[in-house]
């Protein structure tokens, strides 16, 4: 792409996989967990923090030169909350259901530690453009692993994707169901995400073996 | 009285804020590699949250909730300001640890050494966010009450974050799979503990009625049993009957 040099590219491209907010960097791990048990939450989940994080990297970004270091975390929650509560309702607005769901933890973006981390360490120090690309691609390494768990657990836990039900009827038995499958109704319930995500670590590090922890 | 001791073990236990809602894990896990840096971080969440909760309930009750303005004077009853809640929240949890740092380091050196590097971190921990908008999503009554939720859900992740600090220590002698070393199996015995504070949930269960039904509904279902068996016994001796002319 003319748009991006191969530079920029990387802003993009490296979080979504080798330097994952999630399972390298360790960031933003309690949104991630609370809300995976339907894949639609975790898309919503996902865009909400693409916005916030896009958006609030280019208002460092553009004021990085302005802020007293001394009161710099004060006036990031600032715009965080800002743009957090424009997304809260936005989808009090239109996606009322959606919104009771998702409880208090669209506020919790507030202090979901993704969005801070990024304005501290990239955002403070680069340029707009560049900060609104490192927003977008991280947030996206985020919404990716999102989706994933989201994906399996309500898949393997009530037979549906985006509540429409792919493994057949459990109540007619009819697909699956009529060879004797059941629902593992266990993935539903909030430790099953922990474990989710530790086996999605597990995964990628038996690939990359440059990622494994030394402890 | 009972309320309040309900609401405090039904925070600690049933609603841990790390195993039931996954509040505060990013600091969870990055400080949980040392029992002794996990105790002053525990210690520092049990504080802010101690402090916050009761004022950001003053401040929902008095300024945000709908209907809150109503004290200064009728024309001002309609007013609805709940969707500020997140911003002014957050502001007087930043005011708040700022505070308590200045504070501390004024008149406890000692503590400030233990608890002053982790006070900054606290700001961002969504624990203490969180915990003021439970606060505010369960609609706690009184002071009292938000003062004990707060505290209790603090000892809470205290607890958390001691068990997890523990268990790291000991398992750095473990044999490991090497892809699962540190933040994964970290991640899987996290899962395992939550499955394990899932069996609290029937701790609390509350009045007589309830229990009362099931046990109907066991007893019923004796019966429906015993009445099946007896069925059953009949046809057999039936059958017999059957077989033996």
Redesign the interface.
Known sequence: MALLSKKDSRLILDPLADNNPITIQVLGICSALAITAELKASIVMALSVVFVLGFGNVVISLMRNIIPSKIRIIVQLVVVATLVIIVDQVLKAFAYELSKTLSVFIGLIITNCIIMGRFEAFALANGPWKSFLDGIGNSAGYGLILVIIGFFRELLGSGTLLGIKVLGDPIEKTGLYAIGYENNGFMLLSPMALIVVGIIIWVQRSRNKALIEEN | MLEHVELFFKSIFIDNMV????????SY??VSKKVTTAVGLGAAVIFVLAVTVPLNWLLDQYLLRSGALAWLGPEYADYDLS?????LF??TI??MVQLVEIVVEKFSPALYNSLGIFL?LI????A???GS??MQ?RDIQSLGLAFNYGLSSGIGWFLAILAIAAIREKI?YSN??????????T??I???M??GF?SFGGMLTGGDEAPAEVEKNTAQKTEEVKTIKEADENSVSYNNAIINE
């Open positions: 195993f039931a809602t996954f509040l505060g894990m990013c896990l990055a969707f500020l809640s997140f911003i957050i502001a930043a005011t900054p700001a961002v921990n969504c203490i966010l969180g908008l439970f999503s750095r490991v799979p090497a892809p699962l070393r540190g933040l994964g199996i991640f899987i996290t899962g395992l939550a499955i899932m």
